[in-house]
């Protein structure tokens, strides 16, 4: 019988890959180039609000090329975190994408997928792909176990709507753990950290090279746990922190007579710093409802801000603006951690800078930091292992990149050793060595 035509999919909250079998003579998984030459895609789709539909749909553009449209300023809806709506009722929802037209979401999630697919067949000279490993989240959904069953068959549906015959799952930081296992040349425990956009998982793994070649691992799994907090997350807590005082969050409104004062509506911008309800904000209605709320703002250009960032459809901006200062303040960049960024609000009025500090921007992320270090030492304790029996800590996601949180992790476990690897590609090589294993 003919080798299947398979491939490993990482369908990330911010960022995906694709592995697809090495070429004929060489050995292993490799990941397919999705944009020019970058392994990996931003998890984001433009749709276009004029243009004539054609085979696939409405028009749109995807992963950088969506971001761009965006910013260049074309009429329509940018899509991302797209990998939140799944186990949500949003999935079967329609939204409105500009020019009069809608999608469901759950075409959104397909039309993302069909484009890898789309782009691994081309790259493996037209060859359909029947079967696929997908990586799935610890927990897509936390403590609702028939909710997160829900999100992984909503993802199933929308992989076999594009195509995909056979379909396997595994969990992403245990594809990471594969990767690291790669690497080494002696047996180790491994707690792998998993932190992108979306969730924050850990996975306890015994890897090793006399291990490498089974294909049923499950008695090295020693244990897994995580939390739904993760990049976006920050995202949204530096975006309250910070961009969204500028339009009165947190502020309190005018005095009353007897002394006291309320603080503004925050509904508006909390949903305005949450990725996937952004567009929620501009309907009419909302825009009656905030346009009639002058009275409750004390500064009056907090509120001309806000229906200014309305009526301008500058949510997306700001969510932009909240990630570049979360990275510029947690040290992703080559030159570390910048102790203070200000955030270039002018965009909604001429001139106006929000200062943030390296210091305020801990103090935002503390509760969300806490829990994420905290689910890493549940992980070992539900193993029943103590943080001692930890050879190694392995990071993979984006969000590694906040050296406070990853010190945050590491301090329980002192002795063992700390492996930073590939932020948004260890995942997408740990599927595809799986992806041999099951389907090769």
Known sequence: MAMPSFCAIDFGTSNSAVALPAPQGAEGMALVPLEGQARTMPTAVFYYAEGPHDADGPPRAFGRAALAAYVEGFDGRLMRSMKSILGS???????DVGGGRSAKYADVVAGYLKRLKRVA???QGGRPLTHAVLGRPVFFVDGDPARDAQAQAALEACARAVGFEELA???EPIAAAFDYESQIDAEQTVLVADIGGGTSDFSLVRVGPQRRTQLDRRADILGHHGVHIAGTDFDRRVNLAAPMRALGH???GPQRPDGTAREVPSGITFDLAT???????YTPA?????????????DPAQHARLLAVLELQLGHHLANQAEAGKIALGGHGPDGPHSTHAFDLGEIEAGLRWPFSRAQMVEALQSDVAQIARAAQECVQLAGLTPAAVDALYFTGGSTGLTHLVDAIAAA???ARR???????????????HARRVFG
Request: glycine share 12%; net charge negative; with cysteine.
């Open 121 to 123: 067949e081309t790259h």
């Open 250 to 252: 947190g502020a309190l």
């Open 413 to 415: 476990f002192p002795q």
């Open 275 to 281: 990725w996937h309800l952004i567009n929620t904000c």
């Open 286 to 298: 909302r825009l009656a409802e905030v346009r009639g709320r002058k009275a409750d703002y004390a």
């Open 89 to 95: 009722d949003l999935l079967e929802r329609h939204t």
């Open 419 to 433: 492996v930073q690897g590939d932020a948004l590609a260890s995942v997408g090589q740990g599927l595809g060595l």
């Open 169 to 171: 799952f595994q969990f």
